[in-house]
């Protein structure tokens, strides 16, 4: 029996099933053709607490509303935040795990079926390119892990992994292209600061070949993939590498201040 909420007081005048609910929003007009973006974030502010609520009984504590902060007399913020919860909704349908990075509130929500399983601070970032990560992503490639020594003279049995051989700092990247390069922010040793140096200027030195050679070939620019760089205590570094599977979607919320 396919379950469905009523949703009369919308005004829709129907009852919307979990079959036809990612239909429905794919099928909303475009935002130039909507009443005001205050309106639409509302709108599906409504339909993501419906969805929520009737997914699982646990989501009453999270069915509030997903943005507190979001300025609602600025254009660029309503528009920003719309898209996220808009992609936020079709993922919360589905029964698996998805990743949100607010660059906004400075957090790192693992969630599921719309809720927060685990929320991860981010000390500082950066991030290159940020126009173009206006999309969901999936996970391609997890960090590389280091096994456990076994002792060939004692037990064959493997030792298992845990949280604890997690590294603190690695690279996750996503398909469509996009390169998150996650650093310990408690760590800051000598040796840190300058691997990390070195890797800043090894990244700006390929960019700036990759755009010189591709411009040369094309006769014009290249949109550059998205990049961003995350600074994140190291025990909460190890926890989003022991979260992250092949897969995974990821969803990332934009500052609009400049």
């Given at each position: 029996m396919t379950s469905s909420v009523s949703i009369k007081s919308l005004g829709l005048g129907h009852r919307l099933s979990f079959s036809n609910f990612s239909t429905l929003l794919l099928s909303l007009p475009s935002l130039k053709s909507t009443p005001p973006l205050r309106h639409r974030l509302w709108?599906?502010?409504?339909?993501?607490?419906l969805l929520l609520t009737t997914v699982t009984p646990l989501s009453r504590a999270a069915a509030r509303e997903p943005f507190p902060d979001v300025n609602m007399n600025d254009p660029a913020s309503l528009q920003e935040a719309t898209r996220v919860l808009q992609e936020e909704i079709l993922l919360a349908s589905r029964p698996q795990?998805?990743?949100?990075?607010?660059?906004?509130?400075?957090?790192?929500?693992?969630?599921?079926?719309?809720?927060?399983?685990?929320?991860?601070?981010?000390?500082?970032?950066?991030?290159?390119a940020p126009e173009a990560a206006d999309r969901t992503y999936r996970l391609i490639a997890r960090p590389p892990l280091t096994r456990p020594t076994i002792d060939l003279t004692g037990s064959p049995k493997q030792i298992?992994?845990?949280?604890?051989d997690m590294p603190t700092a690695y690279t996750l990247s996503f398909a469509p292209p996009l390169t998150i390069e996650v650093q310990p922010s408690d760590e800051r040793n000598l040796f840190h600061q300058l691997g990390t140096s070195l890797v800043a200027s090894w990244r700006t030195w390929k960019k700036w070949i990759r755009s010189f050679a591709l411009g040369s070939l094309?006769?014009?620019?290249?949109?550059?993939?998205?990049?961003?760089?995350?600074?994140?205590?190291?025990?909460?570094?190890?926890?989003?590498?022991?979260?992250?599977?092949?897969?995974?979607?990821?969803?990332?919320?934009?500052?609009t201040e400049k």
């Amino acid at each position: 029996m396919t379950s469905s909420v009523s949703i009369k007081s919308l005004g829709l005048g129907h009852r919307l099933s979990f079959s036809n609910f990612s239909t429905l929003l794919l099928s909303l007009p475009s935002l130039k053709s909507t009443p005001p973006l205050r309106h639409r974030l509302w709108f599906l502010i409504v339909m993501g607490v419906l969805l929520l609520t009737t997914v699982t009984p646990l989501s009453r504590a999270a069915a509030r509303e997903p943005f507190p902060d979001v300025n609602m007399n600025d254009p660029a913020s309503l528009q920003e935040a719309t898209r996220v919860l808009q992609e936020e909704i079709l993922l919360a349908s589905r029964p698996q795990n998805y990743l949100l990075i607010d660059l906004v509130t400075k957090t790192v929500h693992i969630k599921g079926r719309g809720l927060d399983l685990y929320r991860l601070t981010i000390e500082s970032w950066s991030f290159e390119a940020p126009e173009a990560a206006d999309r969901t992503y999936r996970l391609i490639a997890r960090p590389p892990l280091t096994r456990p020594t076994i002792d060939l003279t004692g037990s064959p049995k493997q030792i298992p992994l845990s949280l604890e051989d997690m590294p603190t700092a690695y690279t996750l990247s996503f398909a469509p292209p996009l390169t998150i390069e996650v650093q310990p922010s408690d760590e800051r040793n000598l040796f840190h600061q300058l691997g990390t140096s070195l890797v800043a200027s090894w990244r700006t030195w390929k960019k700036w070949i990759r755009s010189f050679a591709l411009g040369s070939l094309v006769g014009e620019p290249t949109r550059p993939a998205p990049y961003l760089l995350l600074n994140i205590p190291h025990d909460q570094a190890k926890s989003l590498a022991w979260s992250a599977v092949d897969g995974m979607p990821l969803i990332i919320r934009r500052p609009t201040e400049k």
